[in-house]
């Protein structure tokens, strides 16, 4: 709805008072705008009225006198009056409390919701006081597990429905759900269906009692020892609004905010979660240098002094960097100052050989919001299964699809929305070209789906569907969607801050500001402030891990990135680390890349860095450090300062807000974009780049690429999961156990030309792994989880070989 756009009102009565209130609001929101509590436990503004607690029972004046209703259930009409105070709105408030508690336990002491629990408020305000109930209260064996990260106290439930409409009406998952009847009624999962939902948590922090808690904070704090601090999740690059809690200067839980431009409040796991892997005892919380027994621990200016030895011995162009996707949008910054106007490298790169063109990612004309998705007729999505990568995002698609709008979903393999499109077009790995084609000209099969594209306003989300994908399929969907009426873009990147890291000229042929490195303006800008940078643009992850088995490059920067694990072609990663003459590595953990390296500097994490970062559809907003960096651990930002100044270069890079305020001068697309506009002007909701008034000097055009299609007998997709190997889930304690079992899934008719059933084992992309025969598999395709233990190895190419090694396994 545009800002100006005339909202219609009624006129309605409040305790006397006459107010204006928005045609069709229900009547307990437009109370509560004007101040009137009416109290509730079922009605939760983003999930549908059910009326079940009623506890908001109000008194309406109608034709036949006043009636008692359920405020979350009724809209306002012209006209209308209504009491909230009345003594017999009164009496009915303290009779459902009275009900309400005659089986609730009296354990509020040690229920984690004490202190912030709507019941314990609402039964002071609102309660008779004291119970007529002495019987025995109902009673249940507590708590139980519903799933690895939530458990359920029965007898504190109040039947009030929210977490079975957030698990079925939003998530998408209905797993949780009322059973019995009568006094007997309780809340629980299917048999041996456990609610393995990948939004379970905000189950949690929906309930309005203490009947859902979270294994991970359960008895950990009390509300009133929290403080808390805003923020945003890295967990991917939709970058869901947060509020960090902390107690003792621990994290202690990590609630959605409802900020409605992003998240609108809503959590994946993974977002809630992980915050667990940072307060492992496993990270690395001082520098280690390398020596001949593996790794010992040196002091801060010991390490920096060795590192500006090493760097410093090396031409500029014989040193890379590879990554700063998980850093803030400053410390992305200081990293390319630090190889460009430091070291005097161009070779610089957050993508891992995962992603795609950095002037399609930063600088798409036409780029779409999430919010876009509410007002499009037709969404296509071509890209990841959103469920599994980018959680958050696949909600608000769903949530558009569930309002009306229609959805084409184009993929080698099944996705989480299959289910509620009108159109699924799923294809032999490494034929999308082909498919593409089709699509576009209405061919055959796919007249439907070219038809339904048609109809306008269309949101296209386009990235690789799986790390085998050829990325200049993503270029040639691109260019196709904006052949479509009122068509806007997104790009779909996964990694957390990737989106910001390319904003602040982290790619081969960016710099800061989403401009070219061809553009000899934006080239003079930087050198004003910084000095002499390269010329031209430098080498991308993958020609750098190539060129380090060659020789060509000498010496590769590591920031908090493990190409052995991420890259498309884990060997050369391999060979290319150990074959560099020397390795630095920022990292918060030991991982495949950083234990081959020569020295490791302890890297702050999420939560321990303040700054800025930016999503997937260009949004910046604040993150907040709430607590301090682990032992000796230190951001990025000022590593790189200390070794600068031991190089001989004072970059001045270790306050963040200096390096805000340097960002929004010399980066032309955050012209104006400072953190103090943020906490000021821009609000809560953050800031879309770049700001009104503001020239982008780049602007990118996708083009209709010819990409070739893939013909041997079999391909590869390698589908990623959400919980996969990472390291950091790996050290997430309660999330480290969920990742799947890899198996290499298979069509029937594959299976059956091969001899082999479910469980037999084959050998594929070099490695033997169980077969799943799976009808959701397009024939002529293997799909492979990405980044599971057993599949660490694999080379992520377009063709494979299979064979069968043996049977009954």
Not at 50 to 70: N, Y
Not at 436 to 457: C, H, N, W, Y
Not at 733 to 760: F, M, N, Y
């Amino acid at each position: 709805m545009a800002d100006n756009a005339q909202v219609e009102t009624v006129s309605i009565t409040i305790n006397g008072a006459v107010h204006e209130v928005p045609a069709g609001e229900l009547l307990i929101a437009a109370a509560e705008d004007l101040g009137e509590n009416i109290p509730r436990f079922c009605y939760y503004k983003k999930l549908a009225p059910v009326g079940k607690c009623r506890m908001c029972l109000v008194e309406v004046e109608g034709p036949r006198g006043k009636a008692l209703i359920p405020s979350c259930t009724v809209p306002v009409s012209d006209g209308m009056v209504v009491d909230t105070e009345s003594t017999v709105v009164k009496k009915a408030q303290k009779g459902v409390l009275e009900f309400l508690l005659i089986n609730h336990p009296l354990d509020c002491p040690v229920c984690d919701k004490g202190g912030e629990c709507p019941l314990q408020d609402q039964a002071v305000e609102f309660g008779p006081g004291e119970s007529r109930f002495i019987e025995q209260k109902r009673t249940f064996t507590k708590p139980i597990p519903v799933s690895e990260l939530v458990l359920l106290d029965r007898e504190r439930c109040v039947l009030c429905d929210r977490c079975v409409r957030v698990a079925d009406d939003i998530a998408g998952d209905p797993l949780i759900e009322f059973i019995d009847r009568g006094n007997h009624t309780q809340i629980n999962t299917f048999p041996s269906e456990p609610f393995s939902s990948y939004f379970s948590g905000n189950t949690v922090q929906t309930c309005p009692v203490g009947a859902l808690t979270s294994v991970d904070y359960r008895f950990k704090a009390r509300p009133w020892d929290l403080t808390s601090t805003r923020s945003v999740s890295l967990a991917d690059s939709v970058h869901s609004t947060v509020d960090v809690q902390t107690s003792m200067g621990s994290i202690v839980r990590v609630y959605g905010v409802e900020n409605n431009e992003v998240n609108e409040g809503w959590l994946s796991d993974k977002d809630r979660f992980q915050f667990g892997a940072f307060q492992d005892g496993s990270r690395v919380t001082t520098p280690l240098v390398r020596d001949a027994d593996g790794f010992t621990e040196t002091t801060w200016a010991e390490a920096m002094e060795l590192i500006a030895s090493r760097l410093g011995g090396f031409l500029g162009s014989e040193v890379g960097a590879i990554g700063g996707a998980n850093n803030t949008n400053e410390e992305a910054f200081v990293l390319g100052r630090f190889m460009r106007s430091v070291v005097g490298s161009p070779h610089i790169d957050a993508q891992i050989g995962d992603g795609i063109d950095p002037h399609l990612a930063a600088a798409i004309v036409d780029r779409a919001t999430i919010n876009n998705l509410d007002e499009a007729s037709t969404i296509l999505l071509w890209g990841p299964d959103l469920k599994e990568t980018l959680p958050v995002l696949y909600l608000r698609v769903r949530k558009a699809v569930l309002a009306g709008a229609s959805l084409v979903v184009v993929s080698p393999y099944a996705t989480g929305l299959d289910s509620i499109a009108t159109h699924v077009v799923p294809y032999r790995a490494g034929s999308g070209p082909e498919v593409l084609r089709k699509i576009s000209q209405g061919e055959d099969e796919f007249a439907a789906v070219g038809a339904m594209l048609g109809t306008g306003p269309v949101v296209v989300l386009v990235g690789r569907t799986s790390l085998s994908e050829d990325p200049r399929l993503v270029e040639a969907a691109a260019a196709f969607a904006r052949t479509l009426p009122e068509s806007r873009i997104m790009p779909l990147l996964l990694r957390g801050n990737v989106f910001g890291a390319l904003d602040m000229g982290l790619a081969p042929n960016l710099l800061p500001g989403r401009v070219s490195t061809g553009d000899a303006d934006a080239v003079a800008l930087l050198e004003d402030n910084w000095g002499p940078i390269p010329e031209g643009p430098g080498k991308g992850t993958m020609e750098m891990l190539a060129s380090l088995v060659d020789g060509d490059l000498k010496a590769i920067v590591l920031a908090g990135s493990d190409p052995v694990r991420d890259c498309p072609d884990p060997q050369t990663a391999i060979d290319a680390l150990e074959n560099a003459e020397f390795v630095v590595a920022f990292d918060a953990f030991v991982t495949d890349s950083s234990r081959r390296a020569d020295v490791i500097l302890p890297a702050a994490v999420w939560g321990e860095v303040d700054g800025t970062a930016t999503n997937l559809e260009g949004r910046v907003q604040r993150l907040g450090a709430s607590t301090p960096p682990l032992g000796k651990a230190m951001s990025l930002a000022t590593a790189l300062d200390g070794i600068a100044r031991f190089m001989g270069v004072e970059m001045n890079c270790s306050d963040w807000m200096l390096v805000n305020k340097e960002i929004a001068t010399v980066a032309p697309a955050y012209g104006g974009l400072t953190a103090d506009y943020l906490t000021f002007e821009a609000g809560d909701d953050g800031a879309i780049v770049p700001l009104r008034g503001v020239v982008q000097p780049l602007s990118y055009l996708p083009t209709d690429v010819k990409v070739p299609v893939v013909t041997d007998r079999f391909t590869l997709h390698l589908a990623p999961s959400m919980y996969d190997d990472s390291v950091v889930l790996r050290h997430a304690t309660i999330l480290s156990s969920l990742h799947g079992t890899a198996e290499a899934r298979l069509h029937p008719k594959d299976a059956s030309a091969l001899a082999v059933v479910d469980g037999d084992v084959v050998e594929v992309a070099g490695i033997e792994l169980p077969i799943a025969i799976d009808v959701r598999v397009v024939p002529g395709s293997v799909v492979l989880p990405f980044n599971q233990i057993a599949t660490k190895g694999v080379h992520a190419t377009a063709a494979v070989n299979i064979q069968a090694v043996r049977g009954d396994v």
